[in-house]
């Protein structure tokens, strides 16, 4: 078993496939940690995961966060406290309704495996990243 310590970084490490800026933090075999920021009053793109669950927990700013899997499709109110999950398959989408960045932590299981996993799907809202 080995340690890893990180840091959060001042710029991004990825744009993500949903159009989000992507801030890695630790790894390990089972899941990743990674801070995710959506700038102010932006809309990402809706995506589905191949393989990846989420789980995401927002720490700033204000919006909303659309999801969709088999037979159930909701738009949540998402603000700093509140944790969202992402099954398998599941088609999502986000946008910040406030003057600040929408920010997550997301936990990522098993961790992210590449430019392949994502797809892009029809969303709720016109993205504008």
């Known amino acids: 078993m080995s340690f890893t310590t990180c840091r959060l970084g001042t710029l991004p490490d990825a744009i ?5 800026e992507v801030r890695g933090l630790c790894s390990t075999s089972r899941g990743s940690l990674a801070r995710f920021t ?6 990402s793109k809706a995506v589905a995961h191949r393989s ?4 995401w927990y927002f720490v700033s700013g204000r919006g909303q966060m659309w999801r969709r899997s088999h037979d ?8 700093p406290g509140v944790a969202t999950s992402i099954p398998v398959g ?3 989408q986000f946008r910040s309704l406030s003057p600040e960045p929408l920010e997550a932590l997301g936990t990522t299981m098993p961790p992210w495996p590449g430019d392949d996993e994502a797809v892009a799907v ?3 809202w016109s993205p504008t990243v």
Not at 38 to 43: G, M, Q, T
Not at 74 to 79: K, R
């Open 52 to 55: 990846v669950e989420e789980v």
């Open 16 to 20: 993500a496939p949903d159009g989000s």
């Open 122 to 124: 029809h969303g709720v």
């Open 90 to 92: 599941a088609h999502c």
């Open 72 to 79: 159930r499709d909701e738009i949540v109110d998402v603000e």
């Open 38 to 43: 959506l700038p102010p009053h932006a809309v």
